[in-house]
């Protein structure tokens, strides 16, 4: 079973662009577990630019928590071996069995450089394998 870790920015885009990403997810990879790491909460919490977003983002993982598994993650700064959310995303998606979803272009860089599927935002309409 394929595994498919959605990154931050990607849950903003159902409020930025009106799609349905869980749905979208499950067209392109049926029969997956969706992973949300417990960093992506936190960093949610402290957007600050897309609040707005954020909050809906939120919002929609408290309604589909039964549909995901969350990650615990080295992502509080507290912790003595704290990685940022990307190192933990690169770390956990070590071979094919992972599709990450994310519009950032430097994770998109990094898990490319590894053979790692990614899933972006294609023309601000639809969601895709990139």
């Known amino acids: 079973m394929k595994k498919v870790i959605i990154d931050t ?3 903003l885009i159902p409020e930025k662009f009106r799609i349905d990403i869980f749905y979208e997810i499950s067209l392109l990879v049926p029969c997956c577990e969706i992973i949300i ?3 992506t909460f936190r960093e949610l919490k402290g957007l600050k630019k897309d609040r707005n ?3 809906i983002a939120l919002k929609i993982l408290e309604k589909f928590r039964p549909k995901y598994t969350v990650y615990e ?3 509080d700064e507290n912790d003595e071996n704290y990685r940022t959310l990307d190192d933990n995303i690169l770390n ?4 094919d069995s992972f599709i990450v979803c994310t519009d950032d272009k430097e994770l998109k860089r990094k898990l490319k450089e590894r053979n790692v599927e990614t899933i972006t935002l294609k023309h601000k ?3 895709d394998f990139g």
């Open 9 to 11: 920015n990607f849950l």
């Open 37 to 39: 790491m417990k960093g």
């Open 53 to 55: 977003a954020a909050n």
């Open 73 to 75: 993650d080295h992502n």
């Open 92 to 95: 956990l998606a070590t071979d």
């Open 125 to 127: 309409s639809r969601i």
